[in-house]
């Protein structure tokens, strides 16, 4: 099963051309939606949290969507996997296009 959330419609949004978004905005309908919840959200801090005292910087975005598919038990499917350090998420590299 497919999943996104609100913080990929983001990125996904923030970086379309005029002309895309019609199929960008089909293919997020097409998705099953994960809750950035409260719980994802406290994940997410922490990590943030433990990295940054190693000196290494997680973005906000990447931080919520890695803790809104560990919530779920998704797979993070991204063409950045260093975004994703953390050993306890899944995650499968896909080459960007």
Request: net charge positive; hydrophobic share 50%.
């Amino acid at each position: 099963m497919a999943c996104t959330c609100g913080v990929i419609a983001l990125e996904v949004e923030r970086g379309a051309r005029a002309a895309e978004i019609p199929r960008i905005r089909r293919l997020l309908d097409s998705l099953v939606e994960l809750p950035v919840s409260v719980s994802a959200g406290l994940v997410a801090g922490r990590w943030q949290a433990a990295y940054g005292k190693r000196g290494v910087r997680l973005g906000d975005a990447d931080v919520l969507i890695a803790g809104a598919a560990h919530a779920a038990g998704a797979v993070v499917a991204t063409a950045n996997v260093r975004h994703f350090p953390m050993p306890e998420l899944k995650v499968e590299e896909w080459p960007s296009t």
